[in-house]
């Protein structure tokens, strides 16, 4: 039989679970990886996350003709409607059955159902697995058959189900000999950006190497410092993480090398950083279970009660909110944290707690609007990941901290970044500042802004090299109004 593989969210020719399923049931395997539409129409014409999966595809190409061993094999890439296009290659290529991996996001599994649909029409099959997550659905369940909603029992329970079994690569080199030279039409090189339509981004300038190549070199740089990340993790201005999180995103890495590393470091007496690391992973499985199980949360708050509560709205709002996505609200570690998204499209996870917890708590700005605007921002956007750490930040979630528990911006800044070097290096114009004010630069005395050679200016006011923003929202202030407005859900429960 022939077999199609469809690449979606698993960019990589090891360790594949549809692959080697298709590769072992196959005599012939080809392997596809469409630009859908549906996806691509609505993004800018620019957008990192386009072109990283573009450079990609050009390695994964290679890394499928390296592994059947004969150059005609290779990726076949195509532009279209996933239910009309799927279908139509398969057709073409005389395929009974097409592979593909899970996908659990509700608007992947109505397309899925849609392909799927189509497939059947034409006597196709559509076979989907487990890839993307150690854990996944209904694995992982309480005593009670019910999916768990708070981390720390969903974590031991994950590790109590853990072996070597779930760890375990798909060994898809045992039948590469069934990679299929690719029909004479489709013997072409993936398509480069202006070929499907796009602009380059800076993706180049940022030290973010792409492909399976390129996570295994974050891989390799970060492996020595995973036994010491318990200790760097929450410093932005450290290397302290793995950066790996687009390549989770994209599969460009496979979930099993990485959770088998850890795994197995945090056996080991002098290695605390694999344990948090592992927990990390754990965190990135239960928020995916918890969009399977609750596909509500992309609209609603995962507490019902929550939905009570009255945001701000009108001119007043848009005009804190558009402070906020632009960096300029006043405080130095929100300002410099949305930088870093904004010009390299990833930040750091301390921050992204804090700039969320801000902009909720804060500026009183419904949740969704700071999840719709990192959704469009970070390369490594993942709707499960976003949602759950939104909801978290905004207490409307599962396992969300408590309402009442509201960051300082200024004791995170100076906890977090004390000497400043994170916010010196995406706000230069507070560079020479001295550290005991970089915190809230508001605090300067006309003396002091002098010798810094900064201007504060106020809302509205046009921003020079030199100037830096009043702060936007008193957060004694803000932190009353924060407390009265979530007092609607202690009255509803
Ligand atoms: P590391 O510290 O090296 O962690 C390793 C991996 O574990 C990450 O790559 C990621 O896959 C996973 N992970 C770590 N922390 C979390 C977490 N809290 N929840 C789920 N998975 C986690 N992560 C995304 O991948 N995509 C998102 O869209 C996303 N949005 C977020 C929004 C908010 C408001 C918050 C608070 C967190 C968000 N996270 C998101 C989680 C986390 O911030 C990032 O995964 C992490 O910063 C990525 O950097 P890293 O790969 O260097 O992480």
Request: net charge neutral; with cysteine.
């Amino acid at each position: 039989p022939v077999g199609l593989v469809w690449l979606r969210r698993d960019l990589r020719a090891c360790d594949h679970a549809a692959l080697f399923h298709a590769l072992r049931s196959c005599a012939q395997v080809h392997c596809i990886f469409l630009f859908d539409q549906a996806i691509l129409a609505p993004l800018p014409r620019a957008d990192r996350r386009v072109e990283f999966i573009c450079d990609s595809l050009a390695s994964l190409d290679t890394a499928l003709r390296a592994l059947a061993g004969h150059p005609q094999a290779g990726l076949i890439v195509r532009q279209g409607l996933a239910e009309e296009e799927i279908p139509r290659l398969a057709q073409q290529l005389g395929a009974t059955a097409v592979f593909a991996n899970h996908d659990d996001e509700p608007q992947s599994l109505a397309r899925d159902a849609r392909v799927r649909a189509a497939l059947q029409a034409g006597g196709v099959a559509l076979h989907t697995f487990k890839d993307h997550v150690i854990f996944e659905r209904d694995e992982v369940l309480t005593l009670s058959g019910a999916p768990f909603s708070v981390f720390t029992p969903y974590k031991n329970a994950w590790l109590r189900k853990l072996n070597a079994f779930y760890l375990s690569a798909y060994p898809v080199e045992r039948y590469a000999q069934h990679l299929a030279p690719r029909p004479e039409s489709e013997c072409r090189p993936p398509p480069g950006l202006a070929d499907i339509g796009f602009a380059p981004t800076n993706l180049r300038q940022l030290a973010l190497p792409t492909g399976s190549e390129g996570a295994a070199r974050l891989l390799a740089d970060f492996a020595p410092r995973l036994a010491q990340y318990d200790q760097a993790r929450d410093f932005p201005a450290v290397k302290g993480p793995s950066y790996l999180s687009v390549h989770l995103r994209f599969g460009t890495v496979s979930i099993r090398e990485l959770a088998r590393l850890a795994w197995a470091q945090a056996q080991q007496p002098d290695s605390p950083g694999a344990a948090t690391w592992l927990s990390e992973l754990i965190w990135r499985d239960f928020y995916h279970q918890i969009l399977a199980h609750h596909p509500h949360v992309v609209r609603q708050s995962f507490k019902p009660a929550y939905d009570a509560i009255v945001w701000e709205s009108g001119a007043e709002a848009e005009r804190l909110f558009a402070a906020w996505c632009q960096g300029r609200t006043g405080y130095p570690l929100v300002d410099a944290a949305m930088a870093q998204l904004n010009q390299t499209g990833y930040m750091h996870n301390r921050l992204r707690m804090v700039v969320a917890s801000f902009l909720v708590k804060d500026l009183g700005i419904d949740w969704r609007w700071g999840e719709q605007y990192f959704a469009e921002q970070l390369n490594d956007f993942d709707l499960a990941a976003n949602n759950g750490g939104w909801q978290w930040a905004a207490s409307t979630g599962c396992d969300a901290q408590p309402y009442f528990r509201i960051f300082n911006p200024i004791s995170q800044s100076e906890k977090f970044d004390a000497a400043g070097r994170f916010i010196r290096r995406y706000l230069p114009q507070l560079a020479a500042l001295p550290d005991k004010l970089i915190h809230a630069p508001w605090k300067a005395g006309p003396l002091e802004l002098a010798a810094a050679g900064l201007e504060l200016v106020g809302a509205g006011e046009a921003m020079g090299p030199a100037s830096y923003p009043r702060p936007l929202v008193d957060h004694a202030q803000a932190r009353e109004r924060t407390l009265a407005r979530y007092a609607v859900v202690k009255a509803k429960a």
